[in-house]
């Protein structure tokens, strides 16, 4: 376990992140220890594992996988599960409607077959919803419940799928492989389940056939299973092909189906060691909670969150099993909660930063969060009391303060229904997982998440480990620069779809994301490039869900190391060095062909310094080798076209300022008397800024090509710095101070914060009040300020308290040093504390601290030391 830093608040529920490998093939059979390993592996021996199989053991599986979807006849009469039935019933109400006005060449009205796979995938699952209203048990009189010829309609319409649309594999398998290996798969696996009596008696080979084809379409697997060293069968996707697997087992009467599929799903579980890859696969959870999908895409709030309501319900499916492996899962799940899950999501808002493609999607952050709400009502019946409690406090506090608490009618079982509301009805009292003041350094992500009472600030990098942005299947049209040092700043209080969602991502011009510094050209969308979703060319190796396209055009990386940052208690830095994407690299270096499009990035050298009261931001270098103009926006706001939005400030020589347009401004306040929200900006050294404020008019399909041709109008505030064509490199510096009035904006004339240096080599703060000194350096070579001399790339902070302690974080931003040492000069210090690692070591006029960062993946590693 990593050692804490004094100042930082203890966590009810520390406990080690890491799950190892020896501990994951611990719970597994003996016999499928080689479907984790490989042939010819060597292992050590492993703890005798619980039998598992046998008729009892699927009777109980199959229970409780009726449980999870349909739920129970004690969950179901409860009055709180009432909506939850009710909405059930209608949904099938409408789909056998559908059905009944269905045209040729259709099961269900308006959704042609033939030529499309996600209206194939949709027609599968409007099929099991009417399935999941025929089994859901219930006290009220039902239209659908129970009713024999209802269930094989939909075991009659399932056949008639197989035959002419799905069974013949040399016909299908077009568009989108998810479709295929995944998304049909699971909507029949659970019919099958659903129905299973029915399909014995009515249609009794249908389950073999299914089952069958469902093997062959597993394309991107080995000899119809799952394949560990695909790059398809990883994370989400993984969990989700072994879940399915587990009910066809079950439906089968197939154990060995369902233990090879138990142990394939077991490998999610795993902490990620990037320096010790198993099968190649970078997809999972790490250890400071980050989360991965696709190789390199931050992604906690959409493929995380859909890992973690897959391998919960895995948990409730296995549980009194042979299958279920102990406790052990649940606790290494809660982990993933507390590190991962809660510090992402502010006030019931998944934040923006780590949903990928999902920004472009109109769904909000509420309903985010209410997937990882039920998932978590779950988990807490399969943790220790202490971990429950907590757990369940989580639970109440989103409920509480968030201005659109989940709707448990959404859940998907009946049974967390009802188990909500019995959290909710505890005497646990409502308590978030992460403490009011808390600093998360995501970096095995590029990501950062720094909160307060009353705000918190996110912050999304990229590097050539993680991408810059995430576009595919015409979702996220315009997404070049959201892993450019784009932040979200979330103000408590306000309902976040007034400030964030899909109206921000509509609205804001992608060039002027807040904290973004771009070089000012048009580009064009992929579709715009291209005429179709994807680059198609398959003789350079670019088809739909080729690694070439990924590479490219789905989720580029960036191609420098410098990507990081360090964490002192509740205290932060993070910097980037700006550049171009993989992409261009390739296409410089003669990789590409002629017609295929890439776009240089700008420069620049940036640091964030994430303190108690502001977030301060230097940049150095700032500008294009290309001679192209370049925009910086320090920060990006939306209000409603009606708000009378109020833009104070004032110059340097203490001038005041109001309005919009560009001037030597010392500070400036938004303020949105709608919202009752402000937000202060200090303009610590640099050009003149530029305040603009406009109305902008334009459709939710702009940003994705499925979304409805909503027009949305909203006032769009910017503040930043515009460089012409052809101007030198800037550096500036500011700070951004949430909820700031004009006193406090005042104050910072000679106040507390101090910068000591920004330049391309080095960046640093010092905080007299706090007694802090943050640090950047980005070169090698010596790098001298402030009392510290630090060697190399690095991240540090220092700080020293009234008692004559010191404490210091160091990191390394690049991942790639064995060692950084920093030298405190004045008086010698001796340890008190020292995380693995660290050591101390006496020089003239100071102490050196030698930090072993080698495989740390830029982990913070500290000491406090004394006179």
Not at 34 to 48: N, Y
Not at 282 to 303: C, M, P
Not at 588 to 617: C, N, Q, Y
Not at 818 to 841: E, I, N
């Amino acid at each position: 376990m990593r050692k804490r830093f004094p100042a930082e608040p203890a966590d009810p529920l520390e406990r080690p992140v890491h799950f190892s490998r020896r501990a994951l093939l611990s719970l597994l059979p003996t016999a499928t220890v080689l479907a984790v390993t490989g042939p010819g592996a060597a292992a050590a021996p492993l703890p005798a594992a619980p039998a598992a199989g046998g008729a009892a053991d699927r009777a109980l599986l199959l229970a409780n996988t009726l449980a999870v979807f349909a739920g129970t006849a004690e969950s179901n009469a409860r009055p709180e599960v009432a909506a939850k039935l009710a909405a059930v019933e209608a949904t099938a109400l409408t789909r056998l409607g559908a059905m009944d006005g269905a045209g040729e060449g259709e099961i269900f009205r308006g959704v042609p077959l033939g030529t499309s796979d996600p209206d194939l995938a949709r027609t599968f699952q409007y099929l099991y919803e009417i399935a999941l209203a025929v089994r859901a048990p219930g006290p009220a009189p039902s239209r659908v419940r129970g009713d024999r010829a209802v269930a094989e309609r939909v075991i009659d319409a399932l056949a008639r799928l197989h035959d002419t649309y799905y069974g013949d594999q040399s016909t299908g398998y077009y568009g989108n492989w998810f479709t295929w290996e995944i998304g049909i798969s699971t909507h029949v696996s659970k019919s099958l389940v659903l129905l299973r009596d029915e399909i014995a008696a009515h249609r009794p080979s249908l389950t073999a056939a299914y089952t069958a084809s469902m093997d062959a379409y597993l394309r991107n697997g080995k000899d119809g299973d799952v394949d560990l060293d695909s790059r398809f069968h990883t994370g989400a996707n993984l969990a989700d092909i072994t879940t399915n697997r587990i009910l066809q087992g079950a439906v089968l009467g197939d154990d060995a189906r369902i233990t090879k599929a138990v142990a394939d799903q077991l490998t999610v579980f795993a902490t990620i060691d990037p320096y010790d890859l198993r099968h190649g696969v970078t997809d999972g959870f790490y250890e400071d909670g980050s989360f991965v999908q696709h190789a390199s895409v931050a992604y906690t709030g959409s493929y995380g969150k859909g890992l973690l309501t897959r391998v919960v319900q895995t948990v409730k499916i296995l549980d009194g099993t042979g299958w279920s492996g102990g406790g052990e899962l649940a606790g290494t799940v809660r982990r993933w909660v507390t590190d991962g899950f809660a510090p992402l999501i502010h006030e019931g808002w998944m934040m923006e930063a780590v949903k990928g493609r999902g920004v472009s999607r109109t769904g909000t952050g509420y309903a985010d969060t209410a997937a990882v709400v039920e998932a978590v009502v779950d988990l807490s019946a399969y943790v220790p009391p202490g971990d429950a409690d907590a757990l369940a406090g989580w639970v109440k506090q989103v409920h509480t303060i968030s201005p659109a608490p989940p709707n448990p009618a959404a859940f998907v079982s009946p049974v967390s229904v009802a188990r909500h509301a019995d959290v909710l009805a505890s005497s646990v009292p409502a308590r978030d997982l992460t403490p009011p003041a808390h600093h998360a350094a995501f970096n095995a992500m590029d990501r950062t998440v720094h909160r307060r009472p009353g705000w918190s600030f996110a912050l999304a990098r990229s590097s050539e480990r993680i991408s810059k942005y995430e576009y595919m299947s015409g979702e996220n049209l315009a997404p070049w620069f959201q892993g450019d040092g784009a932040h979200h700043l979330y103000l408590s209080g306000q309902d976040q779809t007034h400030a964030y969602g899909i109206d921000h991502v509509t609205v804001v011009d992608p060039l002027r994301l807040a904290g973004v510094t771009a070089p000012v050209e048009r580009r064009r969308t992929v579709p715009e490039l291209y005429g179709t979703l994807w680059y198609d060319n398959p003789e350079r190796g670019f088809t739909a869900s080729s690694e070439a396209q990924n590479t490219y055009v789905y989720f580029p990386r960036g191609t420098g190391a410098h990507s990081g940052g360090a964490r002192l208690g509740p205290y932060g830095t993070a910097s980037m060095v700006l550049g171009d994407d993989a992409a261009y690299a390739a296409d410089t270096a003669g990789l590409l062909p002629e017609d295929f499009v890439t776009h240089r990035g700008a420069r620049g050298t940036k640091s964030w310094f994430m303190l108690d009261d502001e977030i301060v931001v230097l940049a150095a270098g700032v500008g294009d080798p290309a001679g192209r103009p370049v925009t910086t926006t320090f920060d990006t706001r939306i209000a409603d076209p009606g708000t009378a939005v109020g833009l104070t400030g004032e110059l340097r020589g203490g001038a005041p300022w109001q309005g919009t347009g560009t001037a030597p401004l010392s500070w400036l306040r938004y303020a949105d008397p709608v919202e009752g929200t402000a937000v202060g900006y200090v303009l610590l050294s640099g050009p003149p800024a530029t305040a603009g404020l406009a109305t902008v008019t334009r459709s939710r399909r702009a940003v994705r090509l499925t979304n409805p041709d909503t027009p949305v109008t909203k006032q769009v505030f910017t503040l930043g710095l515009d460089q012409p064509a052809g101007a030198p490199p800037a550096s500036f510096a500011y700070a951004l101070v949430p909820h700031a009035t004009a006193r406090r904006l005042r104050s910072y004339a000679g106040g507390p914060l101090t910068v000591l240096a920004n330049t391309v080599r080095l960046q640093a703060v010092r905080h007299a009040r706090l007694s802090l000194v943050a640090v950047n350096t980005f070169t090698p070579g010596l790098h001298r300020t402030a009392g510290l001399a630090v060697d190399g790339p690095a991240s540090v902070l220092v700080r020293r308290t009234p008692d004559g302690a010191t404490s210091l974080a160091v990191s390394d931003p690049t991942t790639g040093r064995d060692t950084v040492s920093v030298t405190l000069h004045g008086r010698r210090l001796r340890p008190v504390h020292a995380d693995p690692g660290v050591r101390t070591v006496p020089v003239p006029g100071g102490t050196r601290v030698e930090v072993t960062t080698r495989h740390a993946y830029g982990r913070s590693l500290g000491a406090t030391l004394r006179p």
